[in-house]
T-cell receptor, first 111, second 111 residues
């Protein structure tokens, strides 16, 4: 059974800092790994997708890496802004559409 | 392309009643998966449908069921509602189940 853990559970940083969010998973037989952002009471917005054959993906100030052998992914956010405040979730996508989510990291960026 | 739509957005039901939620995927997507999100349990996978067939199912009681129609729209039904079923129900669409696009969710409150 796939288990996904995200550390830290919460993070508070001053504006402008670079930060790293961590996601670990127990079963390396994954199809894709997807990072999402969720604002309070809202749905999930996809940030980055890393296919199992890839090592990293970048979009603007975001960079996600994947190390299947160690069961880890990181989401790097550069030059954080107050608008980045949200909960960040990683999802490990297996075969036949089954996805397992971590509990998320709640990020607060202080002006 | 229009995004994933979910109806209704908010719902209040009484314990013991049943409820049906609807999800319309992005045009061309054949996979629809459902998730329950609660503060205590996080985001949990309910089931996934692809071309009208359930391919995968999470660990939920039989009161939770779903189906998918030939146009890929999906419905989720919960019978004999319990207070603990109060949650945000999210659906995600995907071409084949590999990249998830989420809808805004349906907030269900059971009183």
């Amino acid at each position: 059974k796939q288990e996904v853990t995200q550390i830290p559970a919460a993070l508070s940083v001053p504006e402008g800092e670079n930060l790293v969010l961590n996601c670990s998973f127990t079963d390396s037989a994954i199809y894709n790994l997807q990072w999402f952002r969720q604002d309070p009471g809202k749905g999930l917005t996809s940030l980055l997708l890393i296919q199992s054959s890839q090592r990293e993906q970048t979009s603007g100030r975001l960079n996600a890496s994947l190390d299947k052998s160690s069961g880890r992914s990181t989401l790097y956010i550069a030059a954080s802004q107050p608008g980045d405040s949200a909960t960040y979730l990683c999802a490990v996508i297996g075969n036949a559409g089954k996805s397992t989510f971590g509990d998320g990291t709640t990020l607060t960026v202080k002006p | 392309k229009a995004g994933v739509t979910q109806t209704p957005r908010y719902l209040i039901k009484t314990r013991g009643q049943q409820v049906t939620l609807s999800c319309s995927p992005i045009s061309g997507h054949r996979s629809v998966s459902w998730y329950q999100q609660t503060p205590g349990q996080g985001l949990q996978f309910l089931f996934e449908y692809f071309s009208e067939t359930q391919r995968n199912k999470g660990n939920f009681p039989g009161r939770f069921s779903g189906r998918q129609f030939s146009n890929s729209r999906s419905e989720m039904n919960v019978s004999t509602l319990e207070l603990g079923d109060s949650a945000l129900y999210l659906c995600a669409s995907s071409l084949t189940g590999d990249i998830l696009h989420f809808g805004p969710g349906t907030r269900l409150t059971v009183t």
